[in-house]
């Protein structure tokens, strides 16, 4: 009985292993880009932004929409260290004049930040007054 299911799965085996070639002419890929112009065209450069002054902020289009970066946001995020909290951090941001991290992103009484909401930018998006719009939009709070 040993011998016939041996030889059945050697069979098998063989089967699946023979006389099967793959595709080796690989499928052409289209790639639509956000621009149409070649890479030797020279462009004019894209305005700079201008943030808000101070103090101002948009206001929110939905309840617990992330509020908007009233600065650039480049700051380095990385595992070890988080650049917004050099400012936004509960014992820096009276200081800083900045405004401190919300309760929910927090994991205890000392304000340490949750590691859930540790990647601020991805949330959390500069608020500049001339970017160019790279998608059509049309959402409506209405």
């Not at 002054?53 to 380095?76: C, L, N, T, W």
């Not at 000392?110 to 790279?134: D, F, I, V």
Request: hydrophobic content about 35%; proline content about 6%.
């Amino acid at each position: 009985m040993k011998k016939l299911f041996t030889a059945a799965a050697l069979i098998m085996a063989l089967a699946a292993c023979s006389g099967q070639q793959t595709n080796t002419q690989a499928d052409p890929v289209n790639v639509s880009s956000l621009g149409q112009s070649a890479i030797t065209d020279i462009r004019a450069a894209d305005a700079m932004p201008i943030y808000p002054k101070r103090g101002a902020s948009i206001e929110r289009d939905f309840v617990h929409q992330p509020p908007m970066i009233p600065h650039k946001a480049d700051y380095k995020i990385t595992m070890k260290r988080n650049g917004c909290m050099s400012c936004h951090s509960w014992d820096k941001a009276k200081k800083r004049k900045a405004t401190p991290i919300d309760i929910s992103h927090v994991k205890d009484d000392k304000g340490s930040l949750n590691n859930q909401y540790y990647s601020c930018t991805q949330c959390h998006a500069p608020m500049a007054e001339n970017k160019l719009q790279l998608v059509e939009n049309t959402f409506s709070n209405k």
